[in-house]
Structures are given as C-alpha cells and as structure tokens.
C-alpha cells in the first residue's frame, strides 16, 4: 500500500477499537463481502460497484465438506476476469485451506469467497454468516496466493492458519452474540460478548484489560507506533497489538508455525502458553503441522517471517479479517 492507504486503515481500526467494534481489514464504508447475497449467478449485474473499490469479489463459493460447490461470480473485467476463469487455482487454494482446516472444522465455514486484494493489501479475512456466529465466510487473495508463485514463503498458508485462528476464537462456543455490549460483564468482541472461559477472554484480562484505557487514547499512527513500543513484550508481532482479535490471531498463527514450545516467560509467550494448555488447541496444532509436513502443495513459514508481522501496513499486505459492524 502507498503511505496514504497505510495512514487511513491504521486510523480507521484504532477508531473502530475505540468503540469496541474492531475491524482489521478497516475499509471506508459498510459495503463488503457480507453484502453478496443479493447477487445473481450470470454474474451480469454491476454488483462489484456496492463494494469498496479496493477489494474485488471474483467468485463465491459454498462450502460441502470436502468440496467447494460455485454459487455465482461476479461481474469482473481484466486480469480479475482471467482469475475468475483459472478455477484450477481456485480448487488448489482451496486444497490447502482443507490441509488445515479439519472437516468438522470446515463446518463452521459455510462459504468461500474467492477475491482479488491488490489495490486494498488484504491477503484474507473471515465475515460471520449467521447471527449467532455458527458459520463464517473465508476470503482469499487469488492474486496474492499466487505472487512468486503459489504460497510463495508460507504465506497463504501463514494467512489461512490466521483466518482460521480467527474463526476458533469468535465462533459460537467462545462468543455470545445474544448478549450486547452494556450487558457484557467479560470482553466485547464486537461480534458479541467473550464467554468467560474463552481464550480470548483470558488474553483480554490478563494482557489487555490493565492497559485497555491507554490503548483507547491511541489517536494516530505515532500512537499506535509509541504503544506497541513500550509493550511490545507482550506481543508475538507488531500486527498483534493492533486489537485484542488480532492479538489472538497471530498468537494461534505463531503457536501453530513455531517448531518448538514456549520460550521465555514473557507476556507474548504467556499467551502461547494459553494455547498449549487447551487441549483441543493443541490437537489443532498438530494435525495442521502434521498435514502440512506431508504436503507438497506448501509448508509453513517460520513465525514473524511474513512481510507485515512487524509493520502496522504500508506497501506490503496483510494478513487480517472483516468483522461486520
């Protein structure tokens, strides 16, 4: 991204977070992948121009278990167009996607969208689909799961296990929606309020929750740069410290690519910490790791190693999710 695009999405997610409505993908207006529904399948209607002219859909796709079933595609011009056509990369990103999302996983997913990411620097997100966060949408940069070549250093894999690591910790078991922000007594995540023993919730109290006022007064990149550097021991990466969602995204994403356990005592292995002691986390983690290593389709970067675990942006992208207001 150029250095205006960086300042406005930084500025734009430090204001969401302030009014407990985090958005890691921040875009300028409402209009975004949840709002695909009233698209019909020719893909001949005009149904991109609703969308923020920095993310492009290209194709929608309902997800059946071990396939992905094509819902419509969207009208598209250009490059974008012979992307839509390639399903062959659409099938082999979604390949990987089940090499590390486990089937009765995967049933939180009830669809795949299928974008282009170059104008907003976004490698990925995750939208929930049904109120009370049951299923969720994946979204996936063809133009950047290509760059180099596919998965070019782990990153698309790195995006994907963060994507995931999002669905796990927002989803029904660990979030409820029914419940709103005056009424939460835990951590609001936006999306609803944290269950008690939700692993969000016990990175929020125990590595949030003392500096929360502080990080509400963040009103500028300069902030953001000034808080992260003075409590960057706390975090697995620079990205991390943009919001607690994030947070426990790159924490998931760093637990799973990391070879090795926890190291040191400080408060961002702390978190990792809290990975290792939940049972099903682990058991994650190891079928994930175990895939990969088999796989010939990928491998797994070495943690921090993507090209903005230690930025809050600029000319590279990003990995990160969209939360619907």
């Given at each position: ?106 049933s939180k997913m009830n ?92 990175i929020y109290q125990n ?47 760093t637990f799973v690519t ?68």
């Amino acid at each position: 991204m150029k250095d205006t695009r960086r300042w406005k999405y930084i500025v734009i997610l430090f204001l969401s977070v302030i009014t407990l409505t985090f958005q890691s993908c921040n875009k300028d207006d409402d209009a975004g992948p949840e709002e695909n529904s009233n698209v019909d399948n020719n893909g001949g209607d005009n149904e991109n121009e609703n969308q923020s002219e920095d993310l492009r859909n290209v194709t929608l796709y309902k997800v059946d278990g071990e396939n992905i079933v094509k819902e419509r595609d969207f009208s598209v011009t250009g490059q974008a167009l012979a992307l839509q056509k390639d399903t062959q990369k659409h099938q082999e990103i979604w390949n990987l996607v089940k090499d590390i999302i486990p089937l009765d996983y995967r049933s939180k997913m009830n669809e795949f969208m299928i974008y282009t990411g170059e104008k907003s620097g976004i490698a990925g997100y995750v939208v929930e689909r049904t109120p009370d966060l049951s299923k969720w949408q994946m979204g996936i940069a063809i133009d950047y799961a290509y760059e180099g070549g596919f998965n070019a250093g782990g990153e698309l894999a790195y995006t994907i296990v963060h994507e995931f690591g999002h669905i796990i910790t927002l989803d029904i078991k660990q979030v409820d929606s029914s419940i709103s922000s005056g009424n939460c007594k835990s951590f609001f995540t936006g999306e609803g309020c944290a269950r008690d023993d939700s692993n969000i919730n016990k990175i929020y109290q125990n590595h949030w929750a003392d500096i929360w006022t502080e990080f509400q007064d963040i009103n500028s990149e300069s902030d953001a740069q000034k808080f992260y550097d003075k409590y960057k021991e706390r975090y697995v990466t620079q990205y991390a410290s943009t919001n607690p969602g994030e947070d426990i995204a790159e924490v998931f994403a760093t637990f799973v690519t990391r070879a090795g356990g926890v190291n040191g005592d400080n408060g961002a292995e702390k978190k990792i910490q809290i990975m290792y002691d939940d049972g099903e986390m682990v058991k994650l983690r190891d079928y994930i790791r175990g895939n990969i290593s088999k796989s010939s389709r990928s491998f797994l970067p070495a943690p921090g190693t993507w090209k903005n675990a230690n930025t809050f942006g600029d000319k590279n992208k990003m990995h990160c999710s969209h939360h619907k207001n």
